[in-house]
């Protein structure tokens, strides 16, 4: 009877240091992620009229209409932010498995290489930006060498030493974008059989080769996981417009937008949560098409 009492005891100090240590995340993930979004989507159905607020579908007509109106200020955001993620998509994501991949044969200076990479993830944002700015910005080696050829006036459009400020922005987003999916690429290759490698270099398999047919199938579910993560920010890609530009010279996308009217005192909370929830429910079934086909895909490959 003594040593079940004990028994008992003990289970209960368990249970008790158990549900101690979850009632944290619990209650963090129950305000901090349910009810901000609940309460997101409820935002999005109500706005004001004549001093009260009233439940109706006014936010999502205003936007529809601005959207397709003669001047918009979304079409330019849709694009901007359309170019970031196709940034990600098809020039970062390439890079990315070309550098793991060299990275994993260990090249010659590969751990320099490897630091360097890694570094723009290291520093702080605002660091990196500073940085950047003073190396493309207005009086620079490249901004001169942008601006003088062609007789152009260092004005406010040419802060950054180009035609184009979201050309810079992409720029430093390439050089920056590396980072975690860097680590989760090399990560899946290290993971690689070496039996499997020396086998494919006794039978004179190439470094094309290994990559094509030997390292890509193998690392192919870390690799559609990323792509299927790329596109649940499809609408919310945003290089770091905030720290650049603050959405000026025609960088605005729509995260910056929303994040700008939701820290504005005077901006309107409700109508960004009808624009955020438009958007989510444009990329919901795109996204749910992406990870059907990236299954399919993976299955076929397998087979």
Do not use: D, H, S, Y
């Given at each position: 009877m003594e040593e079940v009492g004990k028994k008992k005891k003990h289970d209960w100090k368990r249970t008790a240091f158990i549900v101690g240590m979850c009632i944290v995340p619990i209650l963090h993930f129950l305000v901090f992620y349910l009810y901000v979004n609940f309460d997101s989507v409820m935002m999005a159905f109500r706005y004001l009229e004549d001093g009260?607020?009233?439940w109706g579908m006014k936010n999502f007509k205003v936007?529809?209409?601005?959207?397709?109106g003669p001047v918009s200020e979304?079409?330019?955001?849709?694009?901007n932010t359309i170019i970031f993620f196709c940034t990600s998509l098809f020039v970062v994501m390439p890079l990315t498995l070309m550098i793991a991949y060299f990275l994993y044969k260990k090249i010659a200076g590969y751990k320099f290489y490897r630091v360097m990479f890694f570094l723009p993830n290291i520093l702080s944002a605002v660091v990196m930006t500073i940085v950047y700015a003073r190396l493309v910005g207005r009086g620079s080696p490249i901004a001169n060498m942008f601006d003088a050829p062609a007789g152009l006036l260092a004005t406010d459009r040419y802060w950054l030493g180009m035609s184009y400020p979201m050309l810079a922005i992409v720029v430093y987003t390439i050089w920056t974008g590396f980072g975690?999916?860097?680590i989760l690429m090399s990560g899946a290759m290290n993971r690689i059989p070496e039996e499997v490698l020396e086998a494919a270099r006794l039978d004179g398999v190439g470094m094309v080769r290994e990559l094509v047919q030997i390292i890509?199938?193998?690392?192919?579910?870390?690799?559609t996981t990323l792509?299927?993560?790329?596109?649940?920010?499809?609408?919310t890609a945003s290089g770091p417009i905030l720290l650049f530009t603050k959405g000026q010279y025609d960088t605005l996308t729509i995260s910056y937008w929303i994040l700008s009217v939701v820290m504005n005192p005077a901006g309107d909370v409700r109508y960004a949560s009808a624009v955020g929830l438009v958007f989510t429910i444009v990329a919901l079934p795109i996204v749910l098409f992406v990870k059907w086909g990236m299954e399919k895909?993976?299955?076929a490959t397998e087979y």
């Open positions: 009260e607020l009233v936007f529809f209409q601005e959207f397709v979304f079409r330019p955001a849709l694009k975690t999916n860097l890509l199938p193998m690392v192919w579910p870390t690799l792509i299927v993560f790329t596109f649940v920010g499809i609408f895909l993976q299955a």
